[in-house]
Nanobody, 127 residues
Framework: QVLLAESGGGLVQTGGSLTLSCAASGRTFDMYAMGWFRQAPGKEREFVAAISWNGDRSYHTDSVKGRFTISRDNAKNTVLLQMNSLKPEDTAVYYC????????????????????WGQGTQVTVSS
């Protein structure tokens, strides 16, 4: 089992930056592919980015490409989401999620494809 805890959210102006962090418990963190999702008020949760178990593969949804970067540090059991050039439409609760991948990589963008979730962290971008 993996326990996930996000941090780093907050209030930022348009064009600003934030770095979200997700700390994972457990000794098998490197067996999991990781993802970030977000959910804005009144909307369904949507995929943002994913990274392979060893960090050599990653994918970002079109709306954040060139602005957000997902990364991970397996020695620290941490996955990050660096967010630059933030826009009001990025306002949402951001969740990190873990998916058992056992050393393989396959892009998964549906929330039901992930096994474990954090509690979320609020990001608010003011205009």
């Amino acid at each position: 089992q993996v326990l996930l805890a996000e941090s780093g959210g907050g209030l930022v102006q348009t064009g600003g930056s934030l770095t979200l962090s997700c700390a994972a418990s457990g000794r098998t963190f490197d067996m999991y592919a990781m993802g970030w999702f977000r959910q804005a008020p009144g909307k369904e949760r949507e995929f943002v980015a994913a990274i392979s178990w060893n960090g050599d593969r990653s994918y970002h949804t079109d709306s954040v490409k060139g602005r957000f970067t997902i990364s991970r540090d397996n020695a620290k059991n941490t996955v990050l989401l660096q967010m630059n050039s933030l826009k009001p439409e990025d306002t949402a609760v951001y969740y990190c999620a873990a998916r058992r991948s056992f050393g393989s990589w396959e892009l998964k963008t549906r929330d039901y494809e992930y096994n474990y979730w954090g509690q979320g962290t609020q990001v608010t971008v003011s205009s």
